[in-house]
């Protein structure tokens, strides 16, 4: 058959393999995972899209919604299941390497299979389709969008709609992630100055009125809702996540080498090299554009690649706040890289027994992680309480100034929520909330379903504050994970 020599159909299978045929292997891992994954079944639970929630008492006010309207649409066709809640992450990840494929037509036709396979096989690409965050479904709609500039500047007459593309993923990607999805348009507006040519449809032309009209309403909503919520927004998760590092997240002025250099290394394998000897002819690239726009048109491509890795980084390595998966997004242009960079040197695609001993590797390292013993397993610690409860319903777990393993949600049921309590009053933001509630907030509801959890070191503190108020704590069974389990009653 023809279809089986084209490497495109090969490229295909490996991302579908990769990407969902261990998806729901291991349990959901905290703190992200759970996090994200709760606030997702509290939407599905309790029917409120429009606020994202901790639990019934708490908002949720980190991230826009767009994360949690995918988890819990997933949840609700496909069950409750790890499967389901990672489904928009794998998604993502399928959209990336389709678009990736496309955009390399354009940018450089033959160079489309060595791209698409780039992405499919990046380290850090597969590693994320398989992790609840933001970060993925964030990459696909800011992909999407410059899809939307690239057929525009690259590709067919039909410009005007491919430009309302790009302000309709930066939209979606703006619910997903906030300010920082918009880090792209810099590489779109460099590269509209730098490069000469005929008439463009202009970028910020009729059709960027999609993005106020998509992207806003959720925001102005809510911040009709809950006063001071604008305030947070601009000065918590933005300001202070680019100026300070009071989310203790390699603030130091050396944090962009340790968390970013060895992401790039690391994240781009197998296809390190290739990038490698990119980097090394990219001077000698730039002074050919430099105070020279013919030679700048000529190699557009190679000048939108670079500007849309470069302009975007040099904010990442700037800003405070620094995570692997923030340069998820740079992985598109990196990959698209990795395919005309391999063109350009006449080097044809690499042996398959070579692709197939990789991907064997990875899907290796996938089943390994679902065996893989650690205490951020809401799946140990959930089979670990039905063990402890008997039989018994648990229609709450408490935890008593602890980790929060909110992944409990998922691995425990729908029904199931989740708090973290004080035992004292604390200092705490309105809309990031450390703590839902006070111990004595907590038993004042007198949920005889609620299952306890706090720190073995701190029990002696938390039983006496128990009996202080009028209750009796009973311990269900020893300690485990340095962790008492326990339920609470009336005495």
Request: charged letters at 20%.
């Amino acid at each position: 058959m023809d279809m089986l020599r084209k490497p495109t159909f090969w490229v295909a299978i490996i991302a579908v393999c990769v990407s969902l045929l261990f998806l729901g292997h291991r349990g959901t891992w905290d703190p992200d995972e759970g996090r994200y994954t709760n606030v997702g079944l509290n939407m599905l639970d309790s029917g409120d899209w429009l606020n994202p929630r901790r639990n019934e008492e708490v908002g949720h006010w980190t991230k826009p919604p767009m994360t949690y309207w995918a988890i819990a649409s997933s949840v609700a066709v496909f069950g409750v299941n790890t499967w389901a809640a990672r489904l928009p992450a794998a998604l993502s990840y399928l959209l990336c390497v389709w678009l990736v494929w496309r955009m390399a037509r354009r940018l450089s036709p033959g160079s489309e299979a060595a791209a698409s396979l780039a992405y499919a096989t990046m380290l850090l690409t597969i590693g994320a389709s398989q992790y609840i965050t933001t970060d993925f479904i964030l990459t696909a709609f800011s992909t999407f969008a410059m899809h939307g500039f690239v057929e525009a500047r690259f590709g067919d007459s039909r410009r005007r709609w491919w430009i309302a593309t790009l302000w309709i993923g930066f939209a979606l990607a703006f619910l997903t992630k906030g300010p920082p999805t918009l880090l792209p348009l810099l590489a779109v507006i460099t590269f509209d100055a730098l490069i000469p040519g005929k008439q463009r449809p202009r970028v910020f032309g009729w059709s960027a009125l999609l993005f106020p009209v998509l992207a806003l309403p959720w925001y102005f909503a809510v911040v009709r809702l809950h006063p001071g919520l604008l305030e947070h927004f601009l000065g918590a998760e933005v300001i202070k996540r680019v100026a300070s590092d009071d989310f203790s997240r390699h603030g130091e002025w050396y944090g962009f080498l340790v968390v970013y250099v060895p992401t790039l290394l690391l994240g781009t394998l197998p296809w390190t090299p290739t990038l490698l000897r990119w980097c090394k002819s990219l001077p000698a690239d730039v002074r050919r554009w430099w105070g020279n726009g013919a030679q700048r048109a000529a190699d557009a491509p190679w000048v939108l690649l670079m500007l849309w890795i470069v302009l975007p980084l040099l904010v990442f390595c700037l800003a405070r706040s620094r995570m692997p998966l923030y340069l998820l997004p740079l992985f598109t242009p990196l990959a698209l890289l990795v395919g005309m960079q391999r063109q350009r040197e006449g080097r044809a695609l690499p042996r398959w027994p070579w692709i197939a001993a990789w991907v064997a590797l990875v899907l290796a390292l996938q089943i390994g992680a679902g065996f893989w013993r650690t205490h951020k397993d809401a799946s140990e610690w959930a089979d670990e309480i039905r063990r402890r409860a008997g039989g018994q319903p648990v229609t709450e777990v408490i935890f008593v100034e602890d980790m929060t393993r909110y992944g409990l949600h998922l691995e425990l049921g729908l029904s199931t929520h989740i708090e973290k309590i004080a035992l004292y009053p604390l200092p705490q933001s309105k809309f990031d909330r450390v703590y839902d509630e006070l111990l004595q907030e907590e038993l004042d509801e007198h949920e005889g379903d609620a299952l306890w959890i706090s720190k073995a070191s701190a029990w002696p503190r938390v039983i006496a504050q128990i009996h202080a108020a009028g209750y009796e704590a009973t311990p269900l069974g020893a300690p485990w994970q340095g962790r008492m389990f326990f339920r609470v009653v009336r005495r």
